[in-house]
Nanobody
């Protein structure tokens, strides 16, 4: 069993930066691929970024490519999402997820989810 706890969300202005963290319990964290998803009000949850177990492979949604960076520190059991040049359309609850058993961009394949952290970007 893995528990994921996100932090780092907040209210910022357009153009600002935020770094989200997701800390996992359990000694097997380093085995898991991880991802960030987000859900805006009235919309479906969508894929944001993915990182494999050792950080060698990352993938991003087109909407965040070049602005967001996913990384991980297996020694700290933490995955990060550095978000730069934030836009109002980035406003959402951001969730981290672990252990995909299928396509990395698919919500349905992830075994573990955090509770989410709110990011609000004002114009």
């Amino acid at each position: 069993q893995v528990q994921l706890v996100e932090s780092g969300g907040g209210l910022v202005q357009a153009g600002d930066s935020l770094r989200l963290s997701c800390t996992a319990s359990g000694r097997t964290f380093r085995r898991y691929a991880m991802a960030w998803f987000r859900q805006a009000p009235g919309k479906e949850r969508e894929f944001v970024a993915f990182i494999n177990w050792n950080g060698a492979n990352t993938y991003y949604a087109d909407s965040v490519k070049g602005r967001f960076t996913i990384s991980r520190d297996n020694g700290e059991n933490t995955v990060y999402l550095q978000m730069n040049s934030l836009k109002p359309e980035d406003t959402a609850v951001y969730y981290c997820a672990a252990e995909p058993r299928g396509a990395y961009y698919s919500i349905a394949v992830y075994s573990y989810w955090g509770q989410g952290t709110q990011v609000t970007v004002s114009s």
